[in-house]
Every structure is written in C-alpha cells, then in structure tokens.
C-alpha cells in the first residue's frame, strides 16, 4: 500500500522528491501518513478534500482483500 500513496502523490505534486510515505502496523489497522512539501499540501487534499477522500478510497478498494483495515493520514 506504502507504493501505491507513493506513487499517486508523486504524480499529483510538483516537487515529487519532497514526497514521504511510512506505515505503522497495528493488529487491527495499519496507518499510512504522507508527508509532502508545504507548497503541494493543496494539490494533495484537493478542494473540499475530494482528492484525499479519492486516495483514501483508492487505497480501501486495493486493501479490501485483507482483513486490515489502511487509514491514511496526510500530515505536514
């Protein structure tokens, strides 16, 4: 999943070097937090967060096979 959030911010931002992905397991749910330059911040959460909102289901749909549960946070 790391690869994947990876992969769509990277072409989504204007500074693709800035971009960083971690994950942190839990038992339940994993937590994947993105980190990009401050400049891209808009471009990544989109107006109204309908781009966050369409990575974050984007991600659901490809963990949907295992039973965790991936929450991804877009942090600064």
Do not use: C, F, N, Y
């Amino acid at each position: 999943m790391v690869e994947l959030v990876e992969a769509i911010a990277k072409s989504l931002v204007d500074h693709p070097e800035a971009v960083e992905v971690r994950e942190t397991e839990g038992k339940m749910a994993s937590v994947i937090e993105l980190r990009v330059a401050p400049s891209d911040m808009g471009k990544v959460i989109g107006k109204q967060g309908r781009i966050a909102k369409a990575i974050r289901i984007v991600v659901k749909a490809a963990a949907a096979k295992s039973d965790k549960r991936i929450i991804v946070e877009i942090v600064q």
